[in-house]
C-alpha cells in the first residue's frame, strides 16, 4: 500500500487532480489511516482502518501494503509518487482495494509528505470509501457560478464585498465596480441594508443559516418599479471551522411576490367592497379601495338606470342602449360597433349612454384631476371605443397615455388637459357588468405612482369590478325592490287615522334597515258602529313585497270582518281560518322567505259609553296601558296562538279605561333588538309613555326616538291611543213598549232630543228611520225594544231587540204594499247596518251632522 499516495503536508500546495478523475473532500479525522514505512511495509493501522477494509492490525501490520490493492500498480508511477512526497508534496488521488470478505471498492487516498519516525522512512495514508459522486472541472464550476440566474456574492468579515457574479450585477443594477471592497450600506441605501447587515452579523457569530429572507426593494436599473427579493446567507468556514466570511445568494421573486399582492387585494375586496346595499356607496367604496392600493386616480361611472333604480331597468350585456328620435335610431346586438362620433351615412348618431359619477377617489386631496364630480352627468368612453365598449367591450389597457394623446385631444379635450396638468400616464378602463347587465364603467390611473400598468393589472382591475359589479347588482336589485315593497306597504297603511269623539289617535312606522328590508307590519284605526273604535296592530313573517302583499290581504279581512261588528276573538278565528286558507295557495317552491304562517294580531274595541276595551290577541306583544294617574301596565290577555296554526280558540279580554287612559299597541320591532329582549324594551316602552304632559304625536315620536336610536332589523308599528267618554249628555236611550202604538210615542221623544241638540234640521228624518226601525221590531222580534240615540261626530240611531233574525234589504214591487221600509233607511242615512250581542241584535243608523258653517 506504499504507493497509495501522499497527503499534503500542512501549508504545502496541494496537486490539483485531473478535470476527470473522480474526487471528493472528506475529513481525515473521520477516515481509516495507517502508516507505511518507505520500503511499503505496514507500520501502523488503526480501528478505522480495520472498520473499512475488515483486517485486524496483527492481520497487517509487518507486511507489504501491496496485498491490499485490487490490482498491481505501475512501479513507475508509484515511484513518482514517492518522489513527491519526499519533496514534501504529498499525494492525493483514488486506488481500487480488497477487503477481507473479497469485495472489491474504490477510496479516496491522500498521502502525506514525508517524516521520520523512530529513524524510519514514513508516509501517513488516509482514505475513505468513495461515494458514487461526479464532479465537474473548474471552468465548468466557474460558468456555473458566473452565468447562474441567482444573484451570489461573497462578504470579508467586515462586510465588504470580496467577490459577486454577473446575475447579482444584473439583478440590482449596481456594478461590480462599485460594489467590490465596499459595504452593502454604502452602496445600496435604502433597499434594507441596515437588516440585512445585521442578518449576516449573526450568521458570522452563531455560524447559524439564514434561508429564504424576503424583502421589497428597487433595482437601480428601474428605481420607479418596485421588486422583491429572496436572500440566504451562510457562512464560510476553514477546515477548523472558523467562519472566514459570509456568502449571500439573491433571488428575484417579484413575480411571485405580485401574484401574492394582487391575490391580497383581491380577497380584501371582498370585506371593503360591498359592505351595504346602497349603490352609490359601493361605487364609492370601489374607487376608496383601489387607491392608493392600485391606481392613483379611480372613477366609477354607473348607467343613470342603475345610479337611480327607480328609472327604468338598465340595458343587457351584449346590446347598446335602445333610443328613438330625431336624429337617432335604435342600437342593438345587430349594430356594428361605430367609432365615436360616427354616423351610418344617413345621419343617425348612435347615442351615447347616460352615465353618473357614483365613485371617485385620488391620492391628492380633492381630487382635481376629476371634470365630473359624484352625482355628475359623465358622457364619455375612452377613445376611440364608442357606446358598444361597455356592452361587449374587453378591458382597455394604454400602459402609456401619450400615445393616444391626439385621440383625447380631438374627443374630449378637457380630459386631455388634465392628463397634461397632473402627469397622468397610464391608465385601465373596465366595463362593469354583472349577471348579463351593463352596469357602467370603471377608470383607473396611475400618475403619482410612475410605474405604468402592465397586462397582469388588467386581469386584477377586472377581478375587482367584477366583485363589485356583483354587489352594485344585488345593491340595485334591492332597492329597487325595497321602494317597491316601501311603495306598496305604505299604500296599504291607513293615510289618516279616525278616532272620532272616542279616541285620539298618533301613529308611527319605520321600514327595517337595508339589510333585511321592508316587512309586513301593520296598523289601523277602524270606526264601529254605537261609536266604538277598533285599533289593531299586526306583523308577518318575513320581508320584501311578499310580506308586504301579504300584509295587504290580512288588512283588508281584518276591514270586512270589522264591518260585521264581530267580537274580538271571532275576528280572530275567522283571521285564522282565512289565513289557513292562504296558505294552502301558496307554491310549495315559494323562495321568497315569506309566509302567511305565523302572523301575528292584537284586535281591540274601544266603547266610549262604556269606558270599556275588549281585546284579543294571535301571538301577538300585549298591549301598554298607561292610567290617568301615571300608572303604566300590561295588561295581562289570553296570549292566543299565532294565526294560520287552527284548532285552537282566541280568548277576549275586558279592562275598563278611564277619561284620558293612555293605550299603546306595536309591533316586536319595538320591544326586541340586537341588544335587548323583549322584557327590557317593554319596560323602556313603558317608562316614555308615563311622561305626562306631551302632545300625543310628540310622545310617539320620543318613543321611537329612545328605543331605537340605531337603524332596527325589524319593522316598526306603534299605535297611540288616547281615550275619551262619551257623556251623558251626548247618549239618550229608553225601553219601548212591545205596543205598536208605542211607535208614535219613540217618535215624538226623538224629536224632543234633537231639539235639545240643536239639530232640528234631522228631526223629520230621523223620526222616519225611527218609525221604520221601531216597527218592524214590534211586528218581527220578541222581547223588550230599546232606543239608543248617541251624537258624536255623526248621529248614531240604535234599536236593540232579543232576535237573532237579520232584516233583509229588498227592492219592493210597484203592486207591494209593504216592504220599502229598510230601503228608505239606506236612503235617508249614511249607512246603517246590524251588530249581534249575547241579547240579541242591535240595527244601527248613521246620519251625518248638519254643517254649522254660515
Not at 450585477?169 to 445600496?188: C, D
Not at 452579523?201 to 421589497?216: A, H, I, N, T
Not at 383581491?266 to 359601493?282: E, K, P, W
Not at 284586535?603 to 281585546?615: E, G, K, N
Request: with cysteine.
Amino acid at each position: 500500500m506504499a504507493s497509495a499516495g501522499p497527503q499534503s503536508a500542512p501549508g504545502a500546495e496541494p496537486s490539483q487532480p485531473s478535470t476527470s478523475t473522480p474526487t471528493s473532500s472528506f475529513d481525515t479525522a473521520n477516515d481509516a489511516t495507517a502508516v507505511i514505512a518507505g520500503s511499503g511495509t505496514v507500520v501502523g493501522w488503526t480501528h478505522s482502518a480495520q472498520e473499512l477494509l475488515g483486517y485486524r492490525d496483527t492481520e497487517v501490520v509487518g507486511r507489504s501494503a501491496g496485498f491490499l490493492l485490487a490490482m498491481p500498480e505501475d512501479p513507475v508511477r508509484v515511484a513518482g509518487i514517492a518522489e513527491r512526497c519526499r519533496a514534501g508534496a504529498g499525494w492525493s488521488g483514488a486506488a481500487d482495494v480488497r477487503r477481507r470478505d473479497g469485495r472489491r471498492i474504490e477510496v479516496d487516498l491522500r498521502v502525506s509528505a514525508a517524516f521520520n519516525l523512530d529513524g524510519r522512512e514514513c508516509f501517513l495514508v488516509s482514505g475513505r470509501e468513495r461515494r458514487p459522486e461526479w464532479t465537474v472541472g473548474q471552468s465548468v464550476l466557474d460558468a456555473f457560478v458566473t452565468s447562474s440566474p441567482i444573484g451570489m456574492a461573497v462578504m470579508s468579515p467586515q462586510l465588504r464585498y470580496v467577490w459577486m457574479n454577473d446575475a447579482l450585477e444584473r439583478i440590482g443594477g449596481v456594478p461590480r465596480e462599485q460594489r467590490v471592497g465596499h459595504r452593502m450600506s454604502e452602496v445600496l441605501p435604502g433597499l434594507e441594508a441596515d437588516a440585512l447587515e445585521t442578518l449576516m452579523r449573526g450568521v458570522l457569530e452563531s455560524g447559524v443559516p439564514v434561508m429564504d429572507y424576503e424583502y421589497q426593494g428597487w433595482s437601480w436599473a428601474d428605481p420607479h418599479r418596485p421588486r422583491a427579493y429572496s436572500t440566504s446567507f451562510f457562512p464560510l468556514t476553514d477546515g477548523d471551522g472558523t467562519v472566514n466570511g459570509i456568502c449571500y445568494m439573491v433571488l428575484d421573486v417579484t413575480d411571485r411576490w405580485k401574484a401574492q399582492q394582487r391575490l391580497a387585494l383581491v380577497n380584501d375586496s371582498g370585506t371593503s367592497i360591498g359592505s351595504t346595499l346602497d349603490v352609490m356607496r359601493t361605487a364609492q367604496e370601489l374607487a376608496d379601495f383601489a387607491v392608493p392600493r392600485f391606481a392613483d386616480f379611480v372613477t366609477v361611472d354607473l348607467l343613470e338606470p342603475v345610479a337611480s333604480p327607480d328609472g327604468p331597468a338598465p340595458w343587457p350585456a351584449g346590446t347598446g342602449p335602445v333610443e328613438t328620435g330625431p336624429g337617432t335610431r335604435p342600437s342593438g346586438r345587430g349594430a356594428a360597433c361605430r367609432g365615436a362620433g360616427a354616423d351610418d351615412g344617413d345621419g343617425a348618431v348612435p347615442p351615447r349612454p347616460n352615465l353618473r359619477r357614483a365613485g371617485l377617489s385620488s391620492v391628492r386631496e380633492g381630487c382635481p384631476e376629476a371634470i365630473y364630480q359624484v352625482g355628475d352627468v359623465v358622457d364619455s368612453v375612452p377613445p376611440p371605443h364608442d357606446v358598444r365598449f361597455l356592452s361587449e367591450g374587453e378591458p382597455v389597457l394604454i400602459p402609456a397615455l401619450r400615445s393616444v394623446q391626439d385621440l383625447w385631444e380631438a374627443e374630449q379635450p378637457a380630459r386631455a388637459a388634465t392628463i397634461r396638468d397632473y402627469g397622468l400616464h397610464s391608465l385601465i378602463a373596465v366595463p362593469m357588468r354583472a349577471r348579463d347587465t351593463v352596469l357602467g364603467l370603471t377608470t383607473f390611473v396611475r400618475s403619482v405612482n410612475l410605474v405604468p400598468f402592465e397586462p397582469d393589472d388588467v386581469l386584477l382591475a377586472r377581478e375587482l369590478v367584477a366583485r363589485a359589479a356583483v354587489s352594485v347588482d344585488n345593491a340595485r336589485r334591492y332597492t329597487r325592490e325595497h321602494a317597491a315593497a316601501l311603495t306598496l306597504q305604505r299604500s296599504l297603511l291607513p293615510h289618516m287615522l279616525l278616532g272620532g269623539m272616542a279616541l285620539d289617535v298618533a301613529s308611527s312606522y319605520l321600514p327595517a334597515d337595508a339589510k333585511d328590508g321592508v316587512g309586513g307590519d301593520w296598523f289601523d284605526v277602524i270606526p264601529l258602529s254605537g261609536a266604538r273604535v277598533a285599533l289593531v296592530v299586526g306583523d308577518v313573517v318575513g320581508h320584501g313585497i311578499s310580506a308586504a302583499a301579504t300584509m295587504g290581504r290580512l288588512r283588508t279581512a281584518v276591514h270586512t270582518l270589522a264591518d260585521m261588528d264581530l267580537p274580538p276573538d271571532e275576528l280572530l278565528a275567522h283571521l285564522d281560518d282565512l289565513v289557513l286558507r292562504l296558505s294552502d295557495e301558496e307554491p310549495d317552491d315559494e323562495a321568497s322567505g315569506t309566509t302567511v304562517l305565523g302572523a301575528t294580531c292584537l284586535y281591540a274595541v274601544y266603547d266610549p259609553v262604556t269606558q270599556l276595551c275588549t281585546m284579543a290577541r294571535a301571538g301577538h306583544p300585549p298591549p301598554v296601558v298607561v292610567r290617568p294617574d301615571g300608572h303604566v301596565s300590561f295588561p295581562e290577555l289570553p296570549a292566543g296562538p299565532p294565526l294560520g296554526l287552527g284548532s285552537l280558540p282566541f280568548e277576549t279580554a275586558e279592562i275598563k279605561l278611564p277619561e284620558g287612559s293612555l293605550i299603546g299597541l306595536y309591533t316586536n320591532g319595538l320591544i326586541e333588538g340586537r341588544d335587548r329582549d323583549a322584557e327590557l324594551g317593554m319596560f323602556h316602552l313603558g317608562s316614555v309613555l308615563a311622561q305626562n304632559g306631551l302632545p300625543l304625536d310628540r310622545l310617539c315620536a320620543k318613543v321611537v326616538e329612545q328605543l331605537l336610536p340605531v337603524p332596527q332589523p325589524d319593522d316598526v308599528a306603534l299605535l297611540l291611543a288616547r281615550t275619551h267618554e262619551l257623556s251623558a249628555d251626548h247618549v239618550v236611550s229608553w225601553d219601548v213598549p212591545s205596543d205598536p202604538a208605542a211607535v208614535a210615542g219613540a217618535r215624538a221623544r226623538t224629536a224632543r232630543v234633537l231639539r235639545t241638540w240643536g239639530l232640528e234640521e234631522l228631526e223629520m228624518t230621523t223620526e222616519l228611520i225611527v218609525s221604520e226601525l221601531v216597527t218592524n221590531a214590534l211586528r218581527y222580534a220578541t222581547g223588550p225594544i230599546r232606543l239608543r240615540l248617541l251624537r258624536q261626530s255623526v248621529l248614531i240611531c240604535e234599536v236593540s231587540d232579543t232576535s237573532n233574525t237579520s232584516p233583509r234589504l229588498r227592492h219592493a214591487r210597484t203592486t207591494d204594499e209593504g216592504g220599502r221600509g229598510l230601503f228608505l233607511v239606506a236612503q235617508l242615512t249614511r249607512r246603517w247596518g246590524t251588530r249581534y250581542t249575547p241579547e240579541g241584535k242591535i240595527i244601527w243608523t248613521e246620519q251625518e251632522l248638519p254643517s254649522t258653517e254660515g
